[in-house]
């Protein structure tokens, strides 16, 4: 059951992060996908655990919704600044992984 819920709950977020269109949207949209991969293949390797790989996912689903967020507020555009602080946090979960 847990793991129909988790599945559905990373389908949301592709879905939802499939809807941002800018180059900068396309680049987390790919990391994102990138590090789920490596999440599931770390569970399934045994490396991590699910509770570990459902907080990796939460922080990826929280920098997608800041980036929507970021991008509403300044006409569809991130800020060099929002650009660095989503990166350097989709880094620092990358090396969770």
Do not use: C, W, Y
């Amino acid at each position: 059951m847990k793991l129909k819920t988790l599945m559905l709950s990373i389908l949301l977020v592709l879905a939802s992060i499939s809807v941002t269109s800018s180059a900068f949207g396309q680049e987390v949209h790919k990391r994102i996908v990138h590090q789920h991969r490596r999440i599931h293949q770390g569970v399934k390797s045994g490396k991590l655990n699910h509770r570990q790989a459902s907080k990796l996912r939460s922080v990826d689903a929280h920098v997608h919704t800041r980036a929507v967020k970021d991008r509403l507020h300044n006409q569809g555009r991130l800020t060099p600044a929002q650009r660095h602080r989503l990166n350097k946090t989709l880094n620092k979960n990358s090396r969770r992984i």
